[in-house]
C-alpha cells in the first residue's frame, strides 16, 4: 500500500512538472504572438498614413506618378503580407519607396515647406521609430521562448507537444548599410 502510494505520489509530481513546462510554453508563445501583433499594429499604422502623404505630394508633384505608384504598391504589398519575413520584406519595400518620395521632395521646396507634410513626415518618423521598438520586444521575446525550447527538460515536452520555435525579424542588408552623411 506505501509503495503505491510512493508511486502516485511521483507520479503525480511528474505530471505537475509536465503541466507547469507546458504552461510556460504556451505563455511564452501567446508573449511571442503578442509581441507580433504590436508590430503588426504599427505597421498597419504607417500604412494608414500612406494616402493622407500622397494625397499631400500629388498636389506638387505631378510629374513623379512612377515614385507615387511604387509607394502604393509596397503599401499594398504591407498591407496584404502574413508572417514576420514577408513583413519585414514589404517593410522593407515601403520604407525604399518612401524614401525615394522624400528624395523627390527635395526637389519642390513648396511641398517641403507645407505643414501637412512636415506633420506626416513627423508621423511616419514617430512610427517608424514605433516599429522598430516593436521588433526589438518581438525579438526579445522569441529569444526567451527559442531558449526555453532548446533548454532541458522543456526541448523533451516541446518535441512531445509539437511546439516549434518562432523566426527573428531581421534586419535587411540595406539597414545594415553604412550611412553616408554630405556636407
Known amino acids: 500500500m506505501t509503495a503505491l502510494l510512493i508511486a502516485g505520489g511521483i507520479l503525480l509530481l511528474i505530471v505537475v512538472f509536465v503541466i507547469a513546462i507546458y504552461n510556460s510554453l504556451i505563455i511564452k508563445r501567446n508573449r511571442v504572438h503578442e509581441a507580433y501583433s504590436q508590430i503588426d499594429v504599427q505597421l498597419k499604422r504607417r500604412s494608414s498614413l500612406i494616402p493622407n ?24 504589398a504591407l498591407m496584404e503580407a502574413k ?15 518612401l524614401k525615394s518620395l522624400f528624395a523627390v521632395a527635395e526637389n519642390y521646396p513648396d511641398l517641403k515647406a507645407s505643414e501637412n507634410f512636415k506633420q506626416l513626415q513627423t508621423e511616419l518618423s514617430d512610427t517608424e521609430t514605433k ?43 540595406e539597414e545594415k548599410a553604412d550611412i553616408k552623411v554630405n556636407f
Open 83 to 97: 508572417g514576420p519575413h514577408n513583413q519585414a520584406d514589404a517593410n522593407n519595400m515601403l520604407t525604399g519607396a
Open 131 to 173: 516599429v522598430a521598438a516593436a521588433r526589438q520586444f518581438y525579438n526579445v521575446n522569441v529569444l526567451d521562448f527559442n531558449t526555453s525550447l532548446q533548454t532541458f527538460p522543456n526541448f523533451i515536452f516541446a518535441n512531445m507537444f509539437n511546439f516549434r520555435q518562432e523566426e527573428f525579424f531581421k534586419a535587411t542588408e
Open 53 to 76: 502623404l500622397i494625397e499631400t505630394v500629388q498636389g506638387y508633384v505631378k510629374h513623379e506618378k512612377e515614385v507615387l505608384t511604387e509607394v502604393t504598391k509596397a503599401r499594398t
